[in-house]
T-cell receptor, first 113, second 115 residues
Framework: DSGVTQTPKHLITATGQRVTLRCSPR?????VYWYQQSLDQGLQFLIQ???????AKGNILERFSAQQFPDLHSELNLSSLELGDSALYFC????????????FGAGSRLTVL | AQTVTQSQPEMSVQEAETVTLSCTYD???????LFWYKQPPSRQMILVIR??????QNATENRFSVNFQKAAKSFSLKISDSQLGDAAMYFC????????????FGTGTSLTVIP
């Protein structure tokens, strides 16, 4: 157990729908990162939050949004879902704003039908 | 552009033997961290080993060691005495110390361990 908790583990939904993925960082970590891993692909950085504020943004679609709450948990909202959004979504955490290592959660598997 | 290249999509090794996974990267910065992460069938991303670019000495973690060639921008992973539990997808990655926000990952090498 890495200490980073992601829910749900699996999610199946239809095109056009909206889903929310949840992440609780490891105790003491202030930064949360979201990554997308499509089939047979590496990890693509989506967005980072540090202590409640957006810190860095990667290749995140406009249909996607995220936030980090005062208790430091984070949510990734995916809307107007398309078939191509099917992927494994990872949350990772680190202590500082600039990470020298990332601790990953177990991922949320999203299937869009 | 920041890129990581893993030229071996698949590798296999006999149990108890040694295997080396290759990785090259491209960055114009001089200060960064390099990583190897392991992703077993459970899909959990697990840190295997980390190297600071300013350190000349190659990092080691038990049966795992790296060959870091900064000038060549090469960062290979050697797994000694391979075990069945080493079977996984291995990802090479780096992050810039200046920003530290974004980790750049390769597309992975799938390692099969043959009993």
């Amino acid at each position: 157990d890495s200490g980073v908790t992601q829910t749900p583990k699996h999610l199946i939904t239809a095109t056009g729908q909206r889903v929310t993925l949840r992440c609780s960082p490891r105790s003491g970590d202030l930064s949360v990162y979201w990554y997308q891993q499509s089939l047979d692909q590496g990890l693509q950085f989506l967005i980072q939050y540090y202590n409640g504020e957006e810190r860095a943004k990667g290749n995140i679609l406009e249909r996607f949004s995220a936030q980090q709450f005062p208790d430091l948990h984070s949510e990734l909202n995916l809307s107007s879902l398309e078939l191509g959004d099917s992927a494994l979504y990872f949350c990772a955490s680190s202590f500082g704003a600039a990470a020298n290592v990332l601790t990953f959660g177990a991922g949320s598997r999203l299937t869009v039908l | 552009a920041q890129t990581v290249t893993q030229s071996q999509p698949e590798m296999s090794v006999q149990e108890a033997e040694t295997v080396t996974l290759s990785c090259t990267y491209d960055t114009s910065e001089s200060d960064y961290y390099l990583f190897w992460y392991k992703q077993p069938p459970s899909r959990q991303m697990i840190l295997v080993i980390r190297q600071e670019a300013y350190k000349q000495q190659n990092a080691t973690e038990n049966r795992f060691s790296v060959n870091f060639q900064k000038a060549a921008k090469s960062f290979s992973l050697k797994i000694s005495d391979s075990q069945l539990g080493d079977a996984a997808m291995y990802f090479c990655a780096y992050s810039l110390i200046r920003t530290g926000n974004q980790f750049y990952f390769g597309t992975g090498t799938s390692l099969t361990v043959i009993p």
